[in-house]
């Protein structure tokens, strides 16, 4: 929603407004969008039928602010001090340990926060599927921003792609999180993250090999 059609509401009316685009990203995730319904948001948000078509039009609003929210959980997740700017191996070895850590309480769940909206929303009109797209532009963004880096420093080789290498750690993300929530197996989500870490690593340079010493020329014995 444009700042201009939100501008109107005051900060009561904002927090209501964020509680129901919360409730209804918590239903979504759980049960999906198509088996979400308004009603089901209104209990879950503690608030009435009109509270409802008062800061949204219909679902397919509503919807796409539970887009944004998310798109807005994948950015504050990667941009976690902890994951300093992806702009390191360890930073990105500590983003796979991350996603790793929350097998049990997300993937598991409902799969990735963001693919699981995707994947139902794919099919939806043009405006919805830009709303799918700007996010995942700005999550290859966060990664490949961070592998510019690394590869500026000299800790990934000339040839490295950022733009390749950040596909591969997005696309391995998005596999294994379906797999693992299809599945209920927390293997796939884990080997796919550490395998995309182990081809950014690939890059690295050699490590330089140490010079060779040369043995000292034996002495020449004077002449008796």
């Given at each position: ?172 993300h998005q596999g294994g999180a379906m ?30 090999r140490p010079a060779k010493r040369r ?10």
């Amino acid at each position: 929603m444009s700042d201009d059609r939100t501008s109107r509401f005051t900060r009561k009316g904002l927090a209501t407004r964020a509680r129901i685009i919360d409730a209804a990203a918590r239903l979504m995730f759980r049960r999906g969008v198509a088996n979400t319904s308004i009603d089901e948001v209104r209990t879950a948000a503690g608030v009435g039928g009109s509270q409802i078509s008062h800061y949204f039009r219909d679902k397919r609003e509503l919807t796409r602010e539970v887009v944004a929210a998310r798109r807005g959980d994948v950015i504050a997740f990667h941009t976690r001090p902890q994951l300093g700017g992806l702009d390191t191996l360890e930073a990105l070895r500590a983003w796979a340990d991350a996603c790793v850590a929350d097998i049990d309480t997300v993937y598991r769940v409902g799969g990735c926060v963001y693919g699981s909206l995707a994947g139902e929303l794919i099919d939806s009109d043009d405006e919805v599927r830009d709303d799918l797209a700007d996010g995942y532009d700005q999550w290859l963004e966060l990664f490949q921003t961070g592998l510019t880096e690394m590869r500026r420093r000299g800790d990934l080789r000339p040839e490295a792609d950022p733009r390749h290498l950040a596909v591969s750690l997005v696309a391995a993300h998005q596999g294994g999180a379906m797999v693992t929530h299809a599945t209920g197996d927390a293997e796939p989500l884990r080997v796919a993250v550490n395998a995309a870490v182990d081809y950014v690593r690939s890059f690295a340079p050699a490590p330089a090999r140490p010079a060779k010493r040369r043995s000292p020329s034996p002495r020449r014995r004077p002449k008796s």
